[in-house]
């Protein structure tokens, strides 16, 4: 059973920016089945229109094309924003950090100033666990100190700066959700990590178990863990999906309170743990290739999910790291279907 959110929906429609893409499109599912109207914004640069239910209206685009926003935000009577839309690869923020201020900060920029000009009361930001950096103490709390270390941690800070500077001086409320690692696929296959060359620990071994891949990176297996592996919280998608519409229910109770909090499960499994369950999920036997540290990889990276779980009625459904695993299997062989079905 979902963890399904009230339907403390004023009738209005969310628009959900990024919608096509992994968490979006959880997202996406996760408002319909809490009866709320959806419309999904994407430039399908790297989501899909697949991901899409075909009932939902979906508008291809930019976020900073401010005379379409306008219009879809007029027309749609929008009153909340999912912002999803953005870039996700670290490395890649390292190697071309102009395209991680302009996507993840300039265009967020773009997008509230047509918030703010159309009047939308509420904004929801997808942020990160990787604005702490590395953390000197684990679990991490809101209150540990932000100090990225890549220019996605920080094009993911400076839109936290600016939101609360936006909402200090206009109408509005947010929510600043920092995930942790999130990972699994929807349980009824509907939607899940579909992007080409993924990064994501789960997504790979889920790609090498069906042969997509020969083996798996251990990327350092000297760290200060029980097994030297770097320690990880995986959140299943679908729980982090229900956790937005609890945010936007509090941001529609309390219009004067914004929000942020992590979003994980407060519990931590290693490379090997995972590569493990891989093993148990499909009976089978992943190759393991140890690689040596990538730079600025903490040891141990775990949520402490205090806040959100005294701030919103969140119950995860998910739990568990052999369903987060098998739902992500099942989804990458349903994507394999799609795939040969389209070409």
């Known amino acids: 059973m979902n963890d399904m959110p009230s339907t403390a929906s004023s009738g209005k429609t969310v628009l959900v920016t990024g919608g096509a893409g992994y968490i979006g499109s959880h997202a996406v599912l996760a408002l319909r089945d809490a009866g709320r109207k959806v419309a999904v914004f994407d430039n399908l640069v790297t989501g899909f229109r697949f991901a899409v239910p075909d009932d939902v209206p979906f508008f291809e685009g930019d976020i900073a094309d401010d ?16 912002h999803f839309a953005g870039s996700v690869v670290v490395p890649e923020s390292v190697e071309n950090p102009l395209k991680y201020y302009d996507n993840n900060t300039g265009r967020t920029r773009a997008l509230l100033a047509s918030a703010v000009r159309g009047g939308v009361p509420h904004f929801i930001f997808s942020s990160t666990a990787a604005t702490y950096g590395v953390p000197e103490t684990s679990p991490v709390t809101e209150q540990t100190p932000q100090q990225p270390i890549n220019p996605y941690g920080w094009s ?3 839109t936290e700066r600016m939101l609360a500077d ?12 920092r995930y942790f690692n999130v990972a699994g696929a929807d349980p009824e296959g509907r939607t899940g990590q579909s992007t080409k060359g993924a990064t994501h620990l789960i997504k790979v071994a889920v790609e090498a178990a069906l042969g997509k891949r020969e083996s798996v990176g251990v990327y350092g297996t000297d760290y200060d863990t029980p097994d030297g592996t770097g320690v990880r919280d995986y959140i299943h998608v679908s729980d982090l999906a229900a956790a937005h519409v609890h945010a936007l229910d ?7 309170r914004s ?5 994980g499960y407060g519990r931590g499994f290693s490379v090997l743990e995972v590569l493990d369950a891989v ?6 036997r992943i190759e393991r290739v140890m690689e040596p540290r990538r730079a600025g990889d903490p040891a141990a990276l775990v949520s402490d999910p205090a806040l959100i779980r005294s701030t919103l009625p969140w119950q995860p459904q998910h739990d568990d790291l052999d369903r987060i695993v098998a739902h992500a299997l099942q989804w990458e062989r349903r994507l394999g279907e799609i795939q040969d ?3």
Request: aromatic share 4%; with cysteine.
């Open 279 to 284: 093993d148990r999920v499909t009976g089978g």
């Open 250 to 256: 509090a941001l529609e109770a309390q219009p004067g």
């Open 341 to 343: 079905a389209s070409s």
């Open 67 to 82: 005379e379409l926003v306008t219009r879809i935000l007029a027309e749609h009577d929008v009153g909340a924003i999912m």
């Open 166 to 177: 936006v909402v200090a001086a206009h109408p509005m409320n947010y929510c600043a959700l």
């Open 156 to 158: 993911k800070l400076f």
């Open 259 to 263: 929000l942020t909090m992590n979003c």
